[in-house]
């Protein structure tokens, strides 16, 4: 192992501890497979799936398997954004619901960014069973740090994913804290403590996920 993925290590399985203290059900995982083998393993078999916007779920080939496995309701099919729409607000009363994070801190409190709100809203009243894969790349010292990393640097490199958005940090890569028509930020949510308790499901990874 690397000296990060030594650090990462020790880090994760302190931070598994902070995030039940939280009433979250936490797992650390060493790699992507074994995260998505801990995800899948989470999903009871008769649930319909949804997700959020999601580089890190993606990336680690949990959606490809879930597609195969589970009746699922994805918005990417949307014929239009009225359909996409449609697909979201569908979301919301999906079983489970699977995403990421913009940043978690050291004390497990989960950030997250959204511009339509479809993320946040699901994650807080919508599906009884919610599953976070986080990377240990967004692991930030404090909450502040966590806002500060979800504002300064991951909103504006999602930014970079969208054509023709025309906010400042499309064009300048960094945050002015616009009020602009096409602004990515307009919801920020602090997740600080599953209610019911296990609602939340929380997977570190050993690895640099998203962004
Ligand atoms: S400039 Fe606007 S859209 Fe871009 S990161 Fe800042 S608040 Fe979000």
């Not at 504002?151 to 960094?174: W, Y």
């Not at 920020?188 to 962004?211: E, H, Q, Y």
Request: hydrophobic share 40%; net charge positive.
């Amino acid at each position: 192992m690397t000296p990060i993925q030594i650090r990462n290590q020790k880090l994760g399985r302190k931070m598994v501890s902070a995030l039940e203290s939280r009433r979250f059900q936490a797992y650390f995982c060493e790699n992507r497979e074994e995260a998505v083998q801990t995800a899948l393993s989470l999903i009871p078999a008769d649930h319909i799936v949804s997700w959020g916007g999601s580089v890190t779920l993606t990336e680690i080939g949990l959606l490809d398997q879930v597609k195969k496995q589970f009746q699922v309701i994805d918005r990417d099919l949307g014929k239009d954004k009225e359909e996409k729409t449609k697909l979201m607000r569908q979301a919301l009363l999906a079983d489970t619901y699977l995403t990421s994070a913009n940043a978690i801190s050291e004390d497990g409190q989960i950030v997250n960014i959204d511009g339509t709100g479809n993320r946040v809203a699901a994650t807080i009243f919508g599906p009884s069973n919610v599953i976070f894969v986080i990377g240990m790349n967004k692991v930030c010292k404090t909450v502040e740090d966590a806002w500060s990393r979800a504002r300064n640097f991951a909103a504006p490199t999602n930014a970079q994913r969208f054509e023709n958005l025309e906010t400042p940090c499309s064009i300048n890569g960094t945050c002015s804290d616009c009020k602009s028509d096409n602004c990515i930020c307009a919801y920020l949510l602090t997740t600080r403590f599953s209610k019911p308790a296990k609602k939340i499901k929380v997977i570190l990874v050993n690895d640099n996920l998203g962004f």
